[in-house]
C-alpha cells in the first residue's frame, strides 16, 4: 500500500477565537473594522471604505438611489424596500424596508437626516431591530476616483454578548457582500489600472 502524503502545518488557525481573528485580518485589509464605540457606554461603530474608480457624481448617484440598496444586501436577509420608486431624497424622508432576521420578519424604517450631495449623507433608524443605528455615508474624489467611507454608530439589545454571538458576524457578511457587488458595478483599482496602461499604451503608437 502506498504511503500517504501528509502536508505540513499551514499555521490555520485551530480555534473560534484564531478564526476570529483571522476573519478581522482579512475585513481589515479591506478597509473594514468593528469596534467599540469610543464614547456611547456599550454602543459599536463599524468602519468601512472602498475605492471605487468612478466619478464621484456616478458613484453618488448610484447610492442616492434607495432602491439599489436591494442590490447591495445579501440575500439571507431577503430585504426588499416597501416605499414605492421613485424616492425623493432629502433631510427628513422617511423609507420603508422589511428584511427577515433569522427566519423573523421585521420592518425598518429610515430617515435621511442628513442631505449633502455629491460629498455625505446620514440615515438614521426609527423603526428597525437595533437599539439605534446611526450611518454616515461620505465621498470623496481621490486618485481619478472615488473613495466611499461608511461610518455606523449602532446599539444592539442584548449588549456584548448578542453583538459578538450573532450581529457582528451578519455585518461582517453584510458589508462584504456590499464590497463584492460594488466591484462588480463600478470595476476595482485593477480594472483603472489596466484602464490607465491601455490609454498610455495607444497614446503612445499615436504619437510614434
Not at 420603508?96 to 440615515?123: A, C, K, Q, T
Not at 437599539?131 to 449588549?159: I, M, S
Not at 458589508?175 to 490607465?196: K, M, N, P, V
Request: proline share 7%; aromatic share 12%; charged share 25%.
Amino acid at each position: 500500500m502506498a504511503s500517504q502524503h501528509v502536508p505540513k502545518s499551514t499555521g490555520c488557525p485551530k480555534t473560534v477565537n484564531q478564526w476570529h481573528t483571522r476573519i478581522q485580518e482579512t475585513l481589515a485589509m479591506s478597509g473594514m473594522k468593528i469596534i467599540e464605540h469610543p464614547s456611547i457606554r456599550g454602543a459599536f461603530q463599524l468602519h468601512a471604505k472602498q475605492w471605487l474608480p468612478k466619478p464621484l457624481s456616478e458613484v453618488y448617484a448610484f447610492f442616492a438611489d434607495a432602491h439599489r440598496l436591494q442590490d447591495l444586501t445579501p440575500p439571507f436577509l431577503n430585504f426588499h424596500v416597501v416605499t414605492p420608486a421613485p424616492i425623493a431624497m432629502f433631510p427628513g424622508a422617511k423609507i420603508d424596508y422589511r428584511l427577515r432576521l433569522r427566519g423573523i420578519p421585521v420592518r425598518w424604517r429610515s430617515e435621511i437626516s442628513e442631505w449633502d450631495p455629491p460629498y455625505r449623507f446620514v440615515d438614521r433608524q426609527l423603526i428597525g431591530p437595533y437599539r439605534f443605528w446611526h450611518h454616515l455615508h461620505t465621498f470623496e474624489e481621490q486618485n481619478g476616483g472615488t473613495l466611499v467611507r461608511d461610518t455606523v454608530d449602532y446599539g444592539v439589545p442584548g449588549g456584548r454578548f448578542v453583538h459578538w454571538l450573532i450581529v457582528r458576524r451578519d455585518l461582517e457578511k453584510i458589508f462584504q457582500y456590499r464590497r463584492e457587488r460594488l466591484e462588480e458595478h463600478f470595476g476595482t483599482a485593477g480594472d483603472q489600472t489596466q484602464l490607465s496602461q491601455l490609454t498610455d499604451e495607444r497614446a503612445s503608437q499615436q504619437a510614434q
